[in-house]
């Protein structure tokens, strides 16, 4: 199962420290800790956690209040509740609202590890079918092109991706995936990667005879032609019909590129030439 992000919504900093303790020893990732309410809803929209943990008493809103503020936002919102009371009433109160579970302090490991796979298992079920399906085959195109292309051996891996937001130093080539699944894949290293790059594939001497456009445009034929080739390695394998669009390249120091509502992976090749990575997301995940 990969790593999926859990908010943590408690004015106790005892209990935050118990279940950050539990999380860190498990396949469950702590994103970020909430006090009170506001704090809560706040982090929620910046973070867009996979689950969240909810206190029933926090400094400017019961548990059931905050979770109908974070259900307005996202009525997708999983949400268990761990409290020092659990009885009849307040688990129908929360029921109302729309939290999930309910745990009582102090919290069984065990228990805990329970539910959120339980909550979770949907969206565990389908990153790891993202993966299978379209993201591997990425990872063998990534690794195949950069040998045809330039030459290099590499090591490749990928994760899932963590945050709402891709930030690169460098470049950064976008490229639109339609078709079933719907989503962009975007190839990007740094500055000093990229003229190394272009260099070989150019065939150039020294990048001293490379202009920083001749370096920007090689590296955009070449992430085309390595996107291209994994959406038709998918379409043969999967007989589907993924198609991309035509690149869209930015260059420069502290680029972000917003991730929201995607399922998303990192793919890393690690060359003698330095990085050189792809991030895949998938529309809403689908």
């Known amino acids: 199962m990969e790593r999926l992000k859990v908010l943590i919504v408690d004015d106790s900093r005892v209990s935050c420290s118990i279940l950050q303790n539990i999380l860190s020893k498990t396949n469950f990732g702590t994103c970020e800790v909430a006090c009170s309410c506001a704090e809560a809803i706040d982090k929620y929209q910046s973070f867009k956690p996979d689950i969240v943990t909810m206190d ?3 400094p400017d809103a019961d548990g059931i209040e905050c979770t109908r503020r974070i259900k307005d936002i996202d009525p997708s919102a999983r949400i268990l509740m761990i409290s020092a ?21 102090p919290v069984n490991p065990n228990e805990l590890i329970d539910a959120l796979m339980f909550l979770c298992q949907d969206i565990s079920d389908k990153i790891g079918e993202l993966k299978d399906l379209y993201v591997d085959a990425f990872v063998k195109v990534l690794q195949k092109s950069l040998f045809s292309l330039v030459g290099v051996h590499s090591e490749v891996s ?3 991706a963590v945050g709402n937001y891709l930030d690169v130093d460098g470049i950064a080539v976008i490229i639109g995936l339609t ?8 190839v990007y ?6 003229r190394k790059f272009a260099c070989v594939l150019l065939g150039k001497e020294s ?6 456009e001749e370096a920007s445009d090689a590296v955009e034929e070449a992430a085309n032609i390595i996107v291209g ?15 991309i669009s035509p690149p869209g390249t930015i260059a420069g120091s502290n680029i972000r590129i917003a991730n929201f509502k995607m399922a998303s992976f990192v793919i890393t090749a690690e060359t003698r030439l330095g990085n050189i990575c792809m991030n895949i997301g998938f529309a809403e995940g689908e």
Do not use: V
């Open 179 to 186: 078709g079933m699944p719907m989503g962009r894949a975007i």
């Open 158 to 160: 990928s994760h899932l």
């Open 85 to 105: 009371m659990k009885d009849a009433s307040l688990i129908a109160q929360g029921r109302s609202a729309g939290i999930s579970s309910f745990l009582q302090k």
């Open 189 to 194: 290293m740094d500055h000093d990667t990229m």
């Open 229 to 243: 080739r994994g959406a038709s390695t998918i379409n043969d394998l999967h007989d589907s019909e993924m198609r």
């Open 207 to 212: 990048d001293a005879e490379l202009t920083e």
């Open 56 to 58: 029933m008493n926090l």
